[in-house]
């Protein structure tokens, strides 16, 4: 199936902005959803919704039935040891929240150190500066070079015998790069410390196994690869999980309450108080079944040759500055076209019916390595052509004639 067979699947992309057929380049924020997601959320609505975990009846035992399954299907496709292992959240945000409040404030201290990239989305360094405040721990960054990447080298200087924690995303959402995940692993056990990833960029983009991987906790969102909003996982060591404090309570996640204590379930249902996001769960398993029947392979070689094929036009044109380094990008090009804000730039680009991302990314801190304010970001996915980026590049041109850039 090639990208414009799989496009035909997509509702939401047949349609004209400002007369224009829609070009959608702002995968990296939120992917759309194909036919089958919206089909499984509509038949959980129409045909088994109840609650999870509680009633007897025929429709609740089919929406546990349903929302375990979904907890089975991300195990298998992350490689997970066992579905035990997978925490439903509400998306890698909350997920690497649950990590920073609940295991980085169990094991850091006075003094102890959190090693992290100033590469990292907003959602991934605010979390751990919470959680230094909370423990006293001192936040360490690795030391970027000028193309806003890190060598393995300047990791190993950085993490320390008090290093407890190592965190990174697998990919940056702003330079679109692949970080060495499992040297980092490797590093970061040598010296007693875990390695929690943020895979929000990564899960739809590439084949993961978080156990090849060797990392000790996977974060990432459904909304990014096809599934709903408000759905997300934080996969756990099976160990780690069961030594964590539930940061939510209340219904669902306890297993005996009296009028001074209560006892929790065990993981990962002690994490998931409250009614859970059970059409999300299925929309998710819909989307991974998806996902899996075209082949995370192949979907990561397409979005390789979409994205080269923009970065080899792209840098082409006069006065446009592509940003992070020259190769290996995954699914996104970031950019600036002379003097002309990125907010404008993607203002003119929805004129003919191109969506891209302008603004920081939520990651103020690499906008300021690159002595930026903003940038206009262009992300690929699967039901994305060649079509697609000559679309864009005959946009930018307009809009370079537009402000005289």
Not at 42 to 68: C, I, P, S
Not at 202 to 212: F, I, M, Q, T, Y
Not at 257 to 274: C, H, M, R, Y
Request: hydrophobic share 40%; net charge negative; aromatic share 8%.
């Amino acid at each position: 199936m090639n990208a414009t067979e799989i496009r035909e699947l997509f509702p939401i992309l047949d349609q004209k902005i400002h007369d224009c057929p829609l070009v959608y380049l702002d995968s990296a924020a939120s992917a759309q959803k194909p036919i089958q997601v919206i089909e499984a959320v509509k038949r959980y609505y129409e045909w088994d919704n109840a609650n999870v975990h509680r009633g007897v009846h025929t429709l609740g035992m089919r929406a546990t039935d349903a929302y375990e399954a979904a907890r089975v299907a991300v195990a298998r496709f992350i490689g997970a040891s066992s579905e035990r292992e997978i925490v439903f959240t509400r998306g890698a945000t909350s997920s690497l929240n649950l990590v920073a409040s609940s295991f980085a404030r169990m094991v850091c201290s006075e003094g102890d150190e959190i090693v992290l990239s100033e590469m990292e989305h907003h959602s991934n360094l605010i979390p751990w500066q919470q959680a230094a405040k909370a423990s006293g721990a001192v936040l360490k960054y690795i030391p970027l070079k000028s193309d806003g990447t890190f060598s393995i080298e300047d990791v190993e200087q950085t993490v320390t015998n008090r290093t407890k924690v190592v965190t990174v995303s697998h990919v940056s959402n702003v330079l679109g790069i692949a970080n060495p995940v499992k040297q980092m692993a490797d590093i970061a056990h040598k010296k007693g410390a875990v390695l929690v990833v943020d895979g929000a960029q990564s899960a739809p983009h590439l084949k993961v196994n978080v156990r090849e991987m060797d990392c000790d906790f996977y974060a990432f969102s459904g909304h990014k690869m096809c599934a709903p909003t408000g759905i997300g996982v934080l996969y756990g060591r099976k160990a780690l999980l069961e030594q964590m404090e539930p940061i939510e309570f209340g219904g669902e996640m306890i297993d005996r309450v009296g009028l001074q204590d209560a006892s929790w379930k065990e993981a990962p249902w002690k994490f998931e108080g409250g009614t859970p996001i059970i059409a999300g769960a299925i929309g998710l398993s819909a989307a991974i079944r998806f996902l899996e029947q075209i082949g995370l392979d192949a979907i990561a070689e397409h979005d390789r040759q979409l994205t080269r094929y923009a970065e080899e036009q792209m840098k082409r044109m006069e006065h446009l500055t592509i940003y992070g380094p020259t190769e290996g990008r995954v699914g996104l090009v970031t950019f600036n076209m002379g003097q002309i804000h990125s907010h404008d730039v993607a203002t003119v680009l929805d004129t003919y019916g191109v969506a891209i991302r302008a603004g920081h990314h939520c990651c103020q801190p690499l906008m300021n390595h690159f002595n930026v304010s903003s940038t206009a970001r262009a992300s690929f996915y699967l039901y994305n052509t060649r079509e697609d980026v000559d679309r864009l590049l005959f946009a930018l041109q307009k809009t370079k004639e537009y402000f005289r850039e």
